[in-house]
């Protein structure tokens, strides 16, 4: 046993015009967050297709974070909320596929939390990092 300790890789699918804000407040304000987050900037958080999360989870991914604006101030006007009831059914089937549901997680920030969306950042790696590696990925547990 090599006694390295497991470091998860999180994918963060951020809105353009909030959460990715946030993201880029939190780089360039110096605080930590996990260096083996990836983030992928998309117009909206309205725009993360089910599949887009399932196919993170198949090349690799450990958990996933769905980010974008608080409801009611999407910049589309109701994105955020097609993002909510996509996360929740997204969810309940990740059982069924056999991924524990507490590798997703939802988040609003705004491009002034930049000290929020690096927290979450830490608190999913550490809640990934004891569910162990992904069992799409060869791992053991859920």
């Not at 300790?5 to 699918?13: G, K, L, M, T």
């Not at 951020?14 to 967050?33: K, V």
């Not at 083996?36 to 196919?55: A, F, Q, W, Y």
Request: with cysteine.
């Amino acid at each position: 046993m090599s006694g390295k300790r497991f470091e998860p890789s999180i994918v963060a699918f951020t809105c353009n015009w909030c959460s990715y804000g946030g993201a880029d407040l939190a780089g360039i304000s110096r605080i930590q967050y996990p260096p083996n987050s990836k983030v992928i900037r998309l117009m909206c958080s309205g725009r993360v297709d089910p599949l887009m999360t399932l196919e993170a989870f198949k090349n690799g991914a450990d958990g996933v974070i769905i980010s974008g604006c608080h409801i009611g101030d999407c910049h589309y006007s109701t994105g955020n909320y097609r993002t909510e009831v996509r996360f929740m059914a997204l969810r309940s089937a990740m059982d069924v596929i056999g991924l524990n549901p507490e590798r997703l997680r939802l988040l609003w920030a705004s491009a002034s939390e930049g000290q929020q969306w690096a927290d979450t950042m830490r608190e999913m790696a550490e809640q990934v990092r004891e569910l162990g590696p992904s069992p799409l990925k060869g791992g053991s547990k859920k």
